[in-house]
């Protein structure tokens, strides 16, 4: 499963190694040396059959979308530098409305945004939350974009 996952957080190696072991859902038993826990996840990942694209600002995530789209999933956080999440799953969704797409972000508050997010059919997780919500996002947004689809005889 590709993934383009959009989040300014993510520039650090180590917060993408995090983010690796909350979508495998993988919790390191001991005090490991970050190479050996950075091929570990990188391991993981190919065992749970994704494959990751990062981009840390809407404008290049747009740029890429459109370079190397379409992705089985669109991830993205609601804030990041360029245009924001909801804007960057408009342009994706007006150039391709089959995309699917999700965002896992800690800014989950009632408003315009969430409501923007339920119209545009996208699942939404809090970052904040449990450490399998990343994994049950991913698992959400795709079995509800599968379903979505129309069927094709």
């Given at each position: ?19 690796k ?6 919790r ?27 981009a ?57 945004s969430?409501?923007a ?26 079995a ?7 069927v094709v005889?």
């Amino acid at each position: 499963m590709r993934i383009l996952v959009v989040d300014d957080d993510l520039e650090s190696e180590d917060l993408r190694q995090m983010f690796k072991a909350r979508l495998t859902v993988f919790r390191s038993g001991g005090k490991l040396d970050d190479k050996i826990l950075g091929d570990i996840l990188d391991a993981r990942i190919k065992e749970n059959g994704f494959e990751l694209d990062f981009a840390f600002d809407g404008d290049k995530a747009l740029t890429q979308y459109r370079q190397y789209g379409p992705y089985d999933l669109v991830l993205t956080d609601l804030y990041h530098p360029g245009i924001d999440g909801l804007d960057l799953a408009r342009a994706i969704l007006q150039e391709n409305p089959e995309q699917a797409i999700a965002m896992f972000t800690a800014c989950i508050t009632p408003g315009p945004s969430l409501e923007a997010m339920w119209k545009l059919r996208i699942s939404v997780a809090d970052k904040l939350d449990s450490w399998e919500a990343l994994s049950l996002l991913v698992e959400d947004a795709v079995a509800r974009h599968r379903k979505s689809r129309p069927v094709v005889h």
